[in-house]
T-cell receptor, first 114, second 112 residues
Framework: NAGVTQTPKFRILKIGQSMTLQCAQDMNHNYMYWYRQDPGMGLKLIYYSVGAGITDKGEVPNGYNVSRSTTEYFPLRLELAAPSQTSVYFC?????????????FGQGTRLTVV | GNSVTQMEGPVTLSEEAFLTINCTYTATGYPSLFWYVQYPGEGLQLLLKATKADDKGSNKGFEATYRKETTSFHLEKGSVQVSDSAVYFCALSGGSNYKLTFGKGTLLTVNP
């Protein structure tokens, strides 16, 4: 089972460049999330989606954009990369939005902005 | 708002030692509580969960009990193994939203 698949695994960007982090899930989950993980800081929610065509901001959305045209895909776009966006990015999904629902995570994308 | 405070790491133990990682939370209502584990080079995966007061979640020898009176969800294991070396995250979901709120994570290293 593939679960949640993220690409690329690693990327180095120059300041001002743009890129899209890809995320796909094959579990037919309605809910999808993007988190960033900074050292010693836990995970912070960037954006989330409750279904195709519906997205909303999380705690730290500035500098990012998302789209959700299908249930399977939830790409994260960085338009003008900044050093503050150096982080590990995790995509996650869950079947429902109920409080006790398990979230499934991808393996992460390690992004460095220089 | 919701928040999770967990024990600062890193924690280094010898194999077969007893493990406790403390976790306390702040939330309105009755949140669900989780422990996620992140093995080196991998994403997070659910270790265990509890959805109401006094529930005990357990998996792979790990346990945690939902204590509403102390707003805590401490993770314990009686005898750790080298393969338990990972980062452990306490998290909650609840209040007015279903999104997970994470603690900062605790790095556990178990030496042979």
């Amino acid at each position: 089972n593939a679960g949640v698949t993220q690409t690329p695994k690693f990327r180095i960007l120059k300041i001002g460049q743009s890129m899209t982090l890809q995320c796909a899930q094959d579990m037919n989950h309605n809910y999808m999330y993007w988190y960033r993980q900074d050292p010693g800081m836990g995970l912070k929610l960037i954006y989330y989606s409750v279904g195709a065509g519906i997205t909303d901001k999380g705690e730290v959305p500035n500098g990012y954009n998302v789209s959700r045209s299908t249930t399977e895909y939830f790409p994260l776009r960085l338009e003008l990369a900044a050093p503050s966006q150096t982080s590990v990015y995790f995509c996650a999904s869950s079947y429902t939005g109920q409080m006790n629902t398990e979230a499934f995570f991808g393996q992460g994308t390690r992004l460095t902005v220089v | 708002g919701n928040s999770v405070t967990q024990m600062e790491g890193p924690v280094t133990l010898s194999e077969e030692a007893f493990l406790t990682i403390n976790c306390t939370y702040t939330a309105t209502g009755y949140p669900s509580l989780f422990w996620y584990v992140q093995y080196p080079g991998e994403g997070l995966q659910l270790l265990l969960k509890a959805t109401k007061a006094d529930d005990k979640g357990s998996n792979k020898g790990f346990e945690a009990t939902y204590r509403k009176e102390t707003t805590s969800f401490h993770l314990e294991k009686g005898s750790v193994q080298v393969s338990d070396s990972a980062v452990y995250f306490c998290a909650l979901s609840g209040g007015s939203n279903y999104k997970l709120t994470f603690g900062k994570g605790t790095l556990l290293t178990v030496n042979p």
